[in-house]
């Protein structure tokens, strides 16, 4: 069974930088892609970026190629989100999902498996 955990967010100003973490507490983390979505006030959950099971490969949102990094580190049971140069754009509640059996997919409903959310809000 998975349990995700996110953890990490907070208040930044623009321009500043954050990781967020995303814990399993199961037995399976290896097994599972991964991905980062957000949510903002009034908007749908949007894809941020995923990471294959061993980490090999990641893919990303246009709106954050290139600032934001996704890695996992299977021993730990955990996936991180670096994100670089924050926008006030950024600010979302940001959720991690997990799915086994998947390779590539950037809608939520692939998902079976999600945290609670980790509040990220960026002033200007």
């Known amino acids: 069974q998975v349990q995700l955990v996110e953890s990490g967010g907070g208040l930044v100003q623009a321009g500043a930088s954050l990781r967020l973490s995303c814990a399993d507490s199961?037995?399976?983390?290896?097994?599972?892609?991964m991905a980062w979505f957000r949510q903002a006030p009034g908007k749908e959950r949007e894809f941020v970026g995923g990471?294959?099971?061993?980490?090999?490969?990641?893919y990303y949102a246009d709106s954050v190629k290139g600032r934001f990094t996704i890695s996992r580190d299977n021993a730990k049971n955990t996936m991180y989100l670096q994100m670089n140069s924050l926008q006030p754009e950024d600010t979302a509640v940001y959720y991690c999902?997990?799915?086994?059996?998947?390779?590539?997919?950037?809608?939520?409903?692939?998902?079976?498996?999600w945290g609670q959310g980790t509040q990220v809000t960026v002033s200007s």
């Open positions: 990471i294959a099971r061993s980490g090999a490969s990641t």
């Open positions: 999902a997990a799915a086994a059996g998947v390779v590539y997919c950037s809608r939520t409903g692939c998902y079976p498996y």
């Open positions: 199961g037995r399976t983390f290896s097994n599972y892609a």
